[in-house]
Every structure is written in structure tokens, then in C-alpha cells.
């Protein structure tokens, strides 16, 4: 059973995996304070099957014929929130993240290292990045190996704030 007030929602429903690719665009609404993702493998076969998994969020991007104020019409790009460790085997593997950062300096006022580029796929395997959770998130996930394949899903347990 989940926390109160959390919302619990499948990001790729279980489905089997030989080649690379992307589940659907999800919505999230805003105004959580944390997420808990969690990935699940089964019947992984093949030689030295590799599973990269990704969790994205869609930035939208302006058209030429976009104004400013309005929403953007362009093709959105995503980049990677959240970078699993590999998976070569049959496995559960849990990430949280934070909508916050703590600098760790009292009376701090700014944050260093507040920029990055874009990394679509390429997040160093086992790390996230702290931000405002919430928009329109997607898994992607990058397989390796021969004849790799594994049954997967992914699921996220939405945290408010308060809880």
C-alpha cells in the first residue's frame, strides 16, 4: 500500500524488449516533492544481454513561426532525469529523486553548476539530476548483447510535498 496522497503511475507497461526504443509520453502534473522509480526485468535471455534504461522528461521547442508568450510547436526534445546502472540479468532496481538540492552551506544564495547539456540517452549510468519533477515524462531504454531480451516495466510513486 502507498503512502497517502501519492500517486502511482506505469511509465511502460510490461512489455518485451530485443531492440532499443521509447515507451509513451506520460503526464505527470506538477507539485511533487520526490519520485521513487522502480524497474522491473524477467526472463532476460541472450548472450551478455545489456538493458540501459532511462527515465526523460520532454522539454517543447519553439516552431519559426512561434511568438513569444505562446506554448511551442516544434519538435519537443527530451533529456535524461534519471540513469539506471546496466541490467544483464533478471532484476528490480529502485531510484529516488528530489526536487530539491541542497547546497550543504548555510546561508547559501547560489547554486553552482546549475547548467548542462542536453543528454538524450547518454546520462552517466547511475546518476540523476535534481529538478523540478512534474511535465511529460517517457522511459527509454537501449539494449546490447546478442540476441538480447527481457520482459521489463516501469512504474513511479509520486511523493507531495508535506508527506
Do not use: C, H
Amino acid at each position: 500500500m502507498s503512502q497517502i496522497n501519492t500517486r502511482e503511475v506505469i511509465l511502460l507497461a510490461p512489455t518485451t524488449v530485443t531492440t532499443s526504443g521509447t515507451g509513451p509520453d506520460i503526464n505527470l502534473i506538477q507539485g511533487w516533492q520526490s519520485a521513487i522509480v522502480s524497474i522491473v526485468t524477467s526472463t532476460t535471455s541472450g548472450t551478455s544481454p545489456t538493458f540501459a534504461v532511462f527515465i526523460q522528461k520532454k522539454l517543447g521547442q519553439p516552431a519559426a513561426t512561434d511568438t513569444a508568450g505562446n506554448p511551442p510547436t516544434g519538435t519537443a526534445i527530451y533529456d535524461d532525469v534519471m540513469s539506471f546502472t546496466s541490467i544483464t540479468t533478471n532484476a528490480t532496481k529502485i531510484g529516488q529523486i528530489v526536487a530539491a538540492n541542497p547546497t550543504g552551506t548555510a546561508n547559501a544564495t547560489t547554486v553552482t553548476t546549475m547548467d548542462w547539456a542536453q543528454a538524450d540517452g547518454s546520462l552517466t549510468a547511475g546518476s540523476m539530476r535534481i529538478g523540478p519533477l512534474g511535465g511529460t515524462w517517457r522511459v527509454k531504454y537501449t539494449v546490447g548483447g546478442t540476441s538480447p531480451s527481457t520482459s521489463i516495466f516501469v512504474t513511479v510513486q509520486l511523493v507531495p510535498y508535506g508527506t
